[in-house]
C-alpha cells in the first residue's frame, strides 16, 4: 500500500523583502468510503496511512464491532478509495443507530449529548493508575520530537498510546478523531493491553475526542491544546483524567486530578 502522508509542491514565498520560489511539502488529503456487509456505511476525509487500522478503530468507535474477530474480511482499494468490510454479525446493532443522538436520564448531565451508539461503547474508566507529573510533560515533548511528518507539513495531528514513560505507539492524520481511530484499530488489530496506558493527543479535546478516548478504554488523556466544557463534563462522567495545555514545564489538569502525581 503507498502510504503517501505529504506531496512536495512548488509554491511561492515571502521571505520579509522578496517573493520567490521554492518547494514545500503539503499534507496529503484523501477520500475514503467505507461499506459494510455491501452497504455505503460512511466517506473519511483522511490521511492515507495505517488505513487499516483506522477502518477498524472507526468501526468500533461506532458500536459495528468490539472485537477485530467480528470482521469477516476487510478490503481496501487505496486507488479507488474505497474500504470494503464483511462482517462475522451480518446486522450489526451499531447500523440501526449510527449517528442518532439519544436523550438519556442517567446520573452525569452531559450524558444528554451522547450519540446513542456512544451509549452503548463509551465505558466509564474505574482503575485510577497514576501517573507522575513530570512524565506528562516528558511524553508530550517526546511525541512531538518524533513528530516528522508535522513537522515537514505543518498540518496534520498526532495521538499516541504510551505506558507512564514511553510512547508505545503513535499516528498521524489530518484529522485528529482519525488519529485516534487509527491508535483504537493498531490496539484491537495487535490486542494491546490497555491498562495503565496513556493517550498523549496534539488536538483540542472536544466531547466527541473525550469520547474516542473513553471508547479505546484509556482514564489518562494529556493533550497541548484546551478542552472544551463539554468535554470535561464527560470526563467527569466517564472517570477521565483531562489534561491540556501541556507546554514547556506547566499543564493544567481538569478532571480526576488525583491519576496525576508529584
Not at 99 to 107: E, N
Not at 178 to 202: E, M, Q, T
Amino acid at each position: 500500500m503507498n502510504e503517501e502522508v505529504m506531496e512536495q509542491r512548488t509554491i511561492i514565498r515571502y521571505n520579509g523583502e522578496s517573493l520567490s520560489e521554492t518547494n514545500d511539502q503539503i499534507a496529503t488529503e484523501y477520500a475514503m468510503t467505507i461499506y459494510v456487509n455491501g452497504e455505503e456505511f460512511a466517506t473519511m476525509v483522511c490521511t492515507p496511512s495505517h488505513l487499516e487500522e483506522l477502518v477498524i478503530g472507526f468501526l468500533a468507535s461506532e458500536g459495528m464491532i468490539r472485537r477485530v474477530d467480528e470482521i469477516e474480511s476487510l478490503e481496501i482499494n487505496e486507488d479507488r478509495g474505497f474500504a470494503y468490510t464483511e462482517l462475522v454479525n451480518k446486522t450489526p446493532a451499531g447500523r440501526e443507530f449510527h449517528s442518532k443522538r439519544f436523550i438519556g436520564s442517567c446520573c452525569g448531565k452531559s450524558r444528554q449529548f451522547y450519540f446513542q451508539n456512544d451509549v452503548k461503547t463509551a465505558k466509564t474508566i474505574a482503575k485510577k493508575s497514576t501517573i507522575p507529573v513530570k512524565n506528562c510533560l516528558t511524553l508530550m515533548k517526546k511525541m512531538q520530537e518524533s513528530s516528522t511528518d508535522f513537522q515537514k507539513t505543518g498540518g496534520l495531528h498526532n495521538a499516541a498510546l504510551c505506558t507512564t514513560d514511553d510512547i508505545v505507539i503513535a499516528h498521524s492524520d489530518i484529522g485528529r478523531h482519525n488519529a485516534l481511530d487509527k491508535i483504537y484499530g493498531h490496539c484491537l488489530k495487535n490486542r494491546i493491553p490497555l491498562r495503565g496506558k496513556v493517550i498523549v493527543f496534539s488536538g483540542r479535546i472536544s466531547s466527541e475526542v473525550l469520547l474516542k478516548v473513553s471508547k479505546i478504554g484509556v482514564g489518562i488523556v494529556l493533550s497541548k491544546s484546551a478542552p472544551t466544557t463539554l468535554a470535561i463534563e464527560l470526563a467527569h462522567d466517564l472517570g477521565i483524567t483531562a489534561c491540556g495545555f501541556i507546554r514547556g514545564n506547566s499543564l493544567n489538569i481538569y478532571s480526576h486530578a488525583d491519576r496525576i502525581t508529584e
